[in-house]
């Protein structure tokens, strides 16, 4: 039974609202029968169901929460948790959001769902906010940081907030797709703020607050996670050699590269080629 850390709460700047995030210290793998009394919190509290399932009171509605499901309790809500037999995987948080827009769209939407499907995207960050959790190394909190922020808006946007939570205007919501496009067209000539400010027609405060608000990170982070995300979908799908994939992503040293890469996926490149073929093998054997 493994345990992440006993404190691990971050401050995260969504659009307009600071909020307060802590990451659950229980087991995140639980065996057995298990339960929590009834009670409740003056937070939003998220459970997200990787494995197995569990039953969820909530105001003396019992309902099912399946794997890769997760549900979102209101503040003052009270609920009550409980797994059957056999073992449940789950990641749990509270967010701490101040009174404002945001905090009154997701209470109405908490209102009227609750329960909501943990998409792809979800579901990697889950494993890697776990990952993370078990690592000792300097740059592991600034990770965190990183894994949690875009956890947290990953979840906001699979719950169809409504209103203007974010505290943007519409314009403000419709920049991601342009913002992701000039990424994948520019990694190989290393893009500058400037420039994407530039071509977006916005000053740098004002790219800053969408980056901050649609990604919950900078200029910087963001160019980081782009570059590794493509260099993964290489590795995984070409057989073009690191040095290339390196280039193509904005590297102008493989050791920079690489260094990159293993700070942020836990392999070096060539271990997560090799780690992707072999699942690959086995689950065509499996089939």
């Given amino acids: 039974m493994e345990l992440i850390d006993p404190i691990m709460e ?14 659950d210290a ?4 639980i065996a057995g029968m298990w339960g929590s009394d009834t ?11 990787l494995s197995g399932s569990c ?6 509605t019992s309902r099912t929460l399946r794997e890769q499901q997760f549900v979102m309790v209101a503040p003052g809500q009270y609920h009550r948790l409980e797994l059957g037999v056999g073992e449940v995987e789950r990641l749990s948080m509270g967010l701490t959001v101040p009174e404002g827009p945001m905090r009154r769209a997701m209470q109405a939407t908490v209102e009227q769902t609750g329960i909501y499907a943990v998409t792809d ?87 800053n607050r969408i980056l901050q608000a649609n990604y919950g990170m900078g200029f910087r982070e963001k160019l980081l996670q782009a570059r590794l995300e493509r260099a993964k979908w290489l590795l995984r799908h070409t057989e073009k050699s690191v040095s290339v994939i390196a280039g193509e992503v904005g590297y102008t040293y493989d050791s920079a590269f690489r260094e990159a890469f293993c700070r942020q996926v836990g392999m070096t490149p060539q271990a997560y080629r090799l780690n992707h073929r072999e699942k690959q093998t086995q689950e065509e054997a499996d089939k």
């Fill in 26 to 29: 229980s087991p995140h793998t």
């Fill in 39 to 49: 009670h409740n919190h003056p937070k939003f509290e998220v459970h997200i169901l």
């Fill in 55 to 60: 039953s969820i009171d909530m105001e003396g």
């Fill in 121 to 207: 995207e979800i579901m990697l960050l889950c494993r890697g906010v776990l990952t993370e959790s078990r690592r000792r190394d300097p740059f592991r909190r600034e990770m965190m940081q990183a894994k949690v922020s875009t956890l947290v808006l990953a979840i906001l946007r699979a719950m169809n907030l409504q209103g203007d939570g974010n505290g943007l205007d519409k314009e403000g919501r419709r920049m991601p797709s342009a913002i992701d496009m000039y990424f994948e067209r520019n990694l190989a000539q290393n893009p500058g703020a400037e420039d994407l400010a530039r071509q977006l027609h916005l000053s740098r405060r004002h790219l």
């Fill in 10 to 23: 971050f401050d995260l700047q969504i659009g307009r609202e600071r909020i307060q995030v802590d990451i």
